[in-house]
């Protein structure tokens, strides 16, 4: 996503208890994984009636004339190029597509429970438990603000929050990055 660094994220112990919580480190990028909601320009050199702007749609596919049906969801834009320019040879010799993300709607983080706005909010870069807590308006004056939980997206593992951990940047493993998918509980 641009980037020429990205930040992996690696489990580590918390100071507070033995569960792990991320800690950004250097890394490789790994390239973009078009999602649900995405919208894609996809492109076929000289033939403008085979270019299309399209949403992924809710199901992850995506239909263009002569291709079909084709699986957007999960994939980067050189691995859909590759199969749509596969389905197109049948059809056009020696395709050229190129597939470009118009838009990322997919990438999400969720806080839900005791804060002023709960919902689901656009991960555009990275995105902290506290920039997320402060996107949903901050915590209410009823929120256990030792008793929050990170639920990785995907099934991951629950991370427990200390609110006193996430401010204190000594803390370590205090505030992380969140992932897309990611929901913070506030009870």
């Not at 990322?104 to 919902?119: H, I, M, W």
């Not at 995907?154 to 493993?173: C, E, F, H, M, T």
Request: hydrophobic share 40%; net charge negative.
């Amino acid at each position: 996503m641009g980037g020429v660094l990205a930040v992996a994220l690696q489990l580590v112990g918390c100071a507070h208890d033995p569960q792990p919580a991320p800690v950004a480190t250097a890394g490789t990028e790994e390239p973009y994984r078009i999602g649900r909601e995405d919208v894609l320009d996809i492109s076929v050199w000289r033939d403008p009636d085979l270019s299309r702007t399209l949403p992924v749609r809710p199901d992850g596919f995506i239909t263009l004339p002569m291709a079909g049906e084709v699986q957007a969801e999960g994939r980067t834009t050189v691995e859909l190029e590759q199969d749509i320019a596969r389905r197109l040879q049948k059809y056009i010799q020696n395709p050229r597509v190129t597939v470009m993300v118009r838009e990322v709607n997919s990438a999400r983080v969720f806080v839900t429970g005791e804060v002023q706005k709960p919902g689901a909010f656009p991960l555009r870069g990275n995105v902290t438990v506290l920039q997320a807590l402060a996107m949903a308006g901050g915590l209410t004056e009823f929120a256990d603000r030792n008793g929050m939980m990170v639920i990785r997206g995907n099934n991951g593992p629950r991370i427990p929050v200390r609110y006193s951990d996430l401010v204190d940047r000594r803390a370590q493993g205090g505030d992380f990055p969140l992932q897309p998918g990611d929901t913070v509980v506030v009870p």
